[in-house]
């Protein structure tokens, strides 16, 4: 860790916040679907370049479906065949994306542990590679109010993941450097993201795609969920105390 105090924490969505496998395996397979138009052997090739395994309904960590945005998802399957206009195609991988949010599965208590680090002094902050709409839908389903956040999604305008632009944003709206910063991630395009930005610290979990070796080659620490994040944090001491209100 570069810094003394932790300010600010950026949270990746997908696999950090939630269950990536028991949120997204349903989601992923209806949106190769509507780009086969029913076609289920078309489908089932959409499925397996993404990095689906039909046979476990997981994805492989770094794969096209666990790491890329709408956008390239669209552009490699109309690539491979799909039958649509990309543009076309990303919007409506985008409207089934937004809609599986009433249905995503919190890894813990997301809107207790913001709470609880907001009550230490932090900023915090969502960065995905869902649409921005998609993620401020997730967070309220998580009983987060987003609006609270800095949340940024593939179509922000601050570029796309493994580029540091979110988390250059992040830090500018917050006037924090990004050494004072960690990043939180199931993905090494999550960890290559806080990396690029400078941040202090690149934190890998294992409730996504991303397998523990993977993550552990470049991250400075893999935990099993953002639920350990506090007590990892605490044993670095790199958390103020919490402000206790009277």
């Given at each position: 860790?570069?810094?003394?105090?932790?300010?600010?924490?950026?949270?990746?969505?997908?696999?950090?916040?939630?269950?990536?496998?028991?949120?997204?395996?349903?989601?992923?397979?209806?949106?190769?679907?509507?780009?086969?138009?029913?076609?289920?052997?078309?489908?089932?090739h959409?499925?397996?370049?993404?990095?689906?395994?039909?046979?476990?309904?997981?994805?492989?960590?770094?794969?096209?479906?666990?790491?890329?945005?709408?956008?390239?998802?669209?552009?490699?399957?109309?690539?491979?065949?799909?039958?649509?206009?990309?543009?076309?195609?990303?919007?409506?991988?985008?409207?089934?994306?937004?809609?599986?949010?009433?249905r995503?599965?919190?890894?813990?208590?997301?809107?207790?542990?913001?709470?609880?680090?907001?009550?230490?002094?932090?900023?915090?902050?969502?960065?995905?590679?869902?649409?921005?709409?998609?993620?401020?839908?997730?967070?309220?389903?998580?009983?987060?109010?987003?609006e609270?956040?800095?949340?940024?999604?593939?179509d922000?305008?601050?570029?796309?993941?493994?580029?540091?632009?979110?988390?250059?944003?992040?830090?500018?709206?917050?006037?924090?450097?990004?050494?004072?910063?960690?990043?939180?991630?199931?993905?090494?395009?999550?960890?290559?993201?806080?990396?690029?930005?400078?941040?202090?610290?690149?934190?890998?979990?294992?409730?996504?795609?991303?397998?523990?070796?993977?993550?552990?080659?470049?991250?400075?620490?893999?935990?099993?969920?953002?639920?350990?994040l506090?007590?990892?944090?605490?044993?670095?001491?790199?958390?103020?105390?919490?402000?206790?209100?009277?």
């Amino acid at each position: 860790m570069k810094t003394t105090w932790l300010e600010g924490i950026v949270f990746d969505k997908d696999g950090t916040l939630t269950d990536y496998h028991a949120t997204w395996s349903p989601l992923n397979e209806a949106a190769a679907h509507c780009a086969a138009h029913g076609d289920t052997e078309v489908a089932a090739h959409l499925l397996q370049i993404g990095g689906h395994d039909s046979d476990t309904g997981r994805v492989r960590g770094g794969s096209l479906l666990a790491a890329a945005d709408t956008r390239e998802i669209a552009e490699a399957w109309v690539a491979a065949g799909a039958a649509h206009d990309v543009g076309a195609l990303e919007c409506a991988i985008d409207a089934i994306f937004e809609e599986g949010a009433a249905r995503a599965v919190p890894v813990t208590d997301i809107d207790a542990l913001f709470q609880r680090l907001r009550a230490r002094g932090l900023s915090l902050g969502v960065a995905t590679s869902d649409s921005e709409s998609a993620a401020r839908a997730t967070l309220r389903r998580l009983c987060v109010r987003p609006e609270e956040l800095f949340v940024a999604g593939y179509d922000s305008g601050h570029g796309r993941k493994p580029s540091p632009g979110m988390v250059q944003a992040f830090c500018e709206a917050h006037d924090i450097a990004p050494a004072r910063v960690a990043v939180v991630g199931d993905n090494l395009h999550d960890i290559r993201m806080g990396r690029s930005a400078g941040c202090g610290l690149c934190i890998g979990v294992l409730t996504g795609a991303g397998a523990a070796d993977e993550l552990a080659a470049e991250a400075d620490h893999v935990i099993d969920s953002v639920a350990a994040l506090e007590a990892l944090l605490e044993a670095k001491g790199v958390l103020r105390a919490p402000v206790t209100r009277g």
